[in-house]
């Protein structure tokens, strides 16, 4: 597996293991724990699930070295803007026992529909994070959710380019102008939820590519998005299918089937989204 230049220099591994809704428990641990055992180094998390203490503690657990993780949070919603982003990133490091992260995201854009001051809340967080990378508490900043307009708003006012964008991304939900903004900005695409939480399992075009290949096709699936350039952020609880999903290495797909793989029918997003965040969370919506 080859590592994943960003664009300050920093290498992340090219497929992490994502910890939402995960328990904040020994299951969960037990998890987070497999996972590093059978090899996964990118460690995807947030403030927002809830279970930063556990994940710090599996780490603990795991006596890997703390400089091979890629250990990964989020500022929450009700956090944006400079201080509390700031209070917001010491809460996380204290709950995950850390002295420094290697990325730190904005979980989610400021919602247009709830700020009609979007921009300038997003700017703001943006800044606390500027600031962060700058003291060297974390390697890597970046965002999340956030689409061209988002994108394009934050740029015309950022000291620093952000290095990741993590967003929605599988073979029923390629967003490609999305994806082809952050490749013109060398903004390296995350993908969550990259087996569309299960409903890309049951595509003919994929199921018969799997076949070819003798491979599952959520395995197509996460091959197909290292393919077009993305880090795929999987999450499973069951210790085989974990296995399963980072043994993707050995084989590639053709030109040809990755074209096709992109003519699929998309199915949309899984109805969280930058459009309906805020209200969502505020049970708007
Ligand atoms: P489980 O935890 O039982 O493995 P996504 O990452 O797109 O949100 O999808 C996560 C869902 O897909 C989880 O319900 C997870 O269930 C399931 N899943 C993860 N890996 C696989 C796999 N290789 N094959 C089938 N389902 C999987």
């Not at 061209?148 to 599988?170: G, V």
């Amino acid at each position: 597996m080859e590592d994943i230049r960003l664009n300050n220099g920093l290498t992340v591994p090219a497929i992490g293991y994502g910890t939402y809704n995960l328990p904040d428990n020994e299951e969960g641990m037990n998890a987070v724990i497999s996972a590093l055992g059978m090899g996964y180094r990118l460690i995807d998390g947030a403030a927002a699930y809830g279970n930063e203490r556990m994940v710090g503690e599996a780490v603990r657990r795991s006596r890997i070295r703390r400089e091979e993780l890629t250990l990964t949070s989020k500022v929450a919603n009700p956090d944006r803007g400079y201080d509390s982003t700031l209070h917001a990133f010491d809460k996380t490091l204290s709950d995950l026992g850390l002295d420094y992260l290697d990325l730190y995201l904005i979980h989610w854009p400021a919602d247009k529909a709830v700020y009609p001051d979007w921009e300038i809340v997003n700017s703001d967080t943006w800044r606390a994070l500027e600031r962060l990378y700058s003291e060297g508490r974390v390697k890597g900043i970046g965002v999340s959710n956030f689409m061209p307009e988002h994108l394009r708003a934050l740029l015309r006012e950022a000291e620093i380019k952000p290095m990741i964008n993590q967003i929605e991304f599988n073979p029923g939900m390629q967003q490609p102008e999305c994806v082809a903004i952050c490749r013109g900005k060398e903004i390296v695409v995350e993908a969550w939820s990259p087996l569309g939480r299960g409903r890309i399992l049951g595509n003919t075009l994929l199921e018969e590519i799997a076949r070819r290949y003798d491979k599952s096709v959520a395995q197509i699936a996460l091959r197909w998005e290292i393919q077009r350039g993305a880090v795929p952020i999987p999450k499973s609880s069951n210790p085989e299918r974990m296995k399963e999903n980072m043994d993707i290495f050995d084989f590639s797909l053709s030109e040809r089937e990755m074209s096709d793989i992109d003519g699929l029918a998309q199915f949309g997003n899984s109805g969280l989204s930058p459009e309906n965040i805020d209200a969502h969370i505020a049970g708007k919506s």
